[in-house]
Nanobody, 120 residues
Framework: QVQLVESGGGSVQAEGSLRLSCAAS????????MGWYRQDSGKTRKFVAH???????VYADSVKGRFTISQDNAKNTLFLQMDNLKPEDTSMYLC??????????????WGQGTQVTVSS
């Protein structure tokens, strides 16, 4: 069983930056991709970005050019650098691990999330 713990959320003003982290523990590395989603209360999760074990990245159109996903494989840690934040980026951000199948990731483990609030 994989445990995922996110950190780094907070409150910032528009055009500010935050760096989220997600630490994975509990088992040997058995996933082939890691990703970030965001979710508002009562709504479905929305894809933000994912990264494969060999470093290939995919981003949602809404964050391209502003967010950067990266990982430290040795430390089983995932990051999301968020720059030029907008009020519409306000959400709970969750990380996940999964299996790469074709061009997509199938998610098996989720963290509890870290809240990001962007004020105008």
């Amino acid at each position: 069983q994989v445990q995922l713990v996110e950190s780094g959320g907070g409150s910032v003003q528009a055009e500010g930056s935050l760096r989220l982290s997600c630490a994975a523990s509990g088992t040997t590395r058995g996933w082939s991709c890691m990703g970030w989603y965001r979710q508002d209360s009562g709504k479905t999760r929305k894809f933000v970005a994912h990264i494969t074990n060999d470093g290939r990245t995919v981003y949602a159109d809404s964050v391209k050019g502003r967010f950067t996903i990266s990982q430290d494989n040795a430390k089983n840690t995932l990051f999301l650098q968020m720059d030029n934040l907008k009020p519409e980026d306000t959400s709970m951000y969750l990380c996940a691990t999964g299996d790469l199948r074709g061009s997509g990731c199938f998610w098996g483990n989720w963290g509890q999330g870290t809240q990001v609030t962007v004020s105008s």
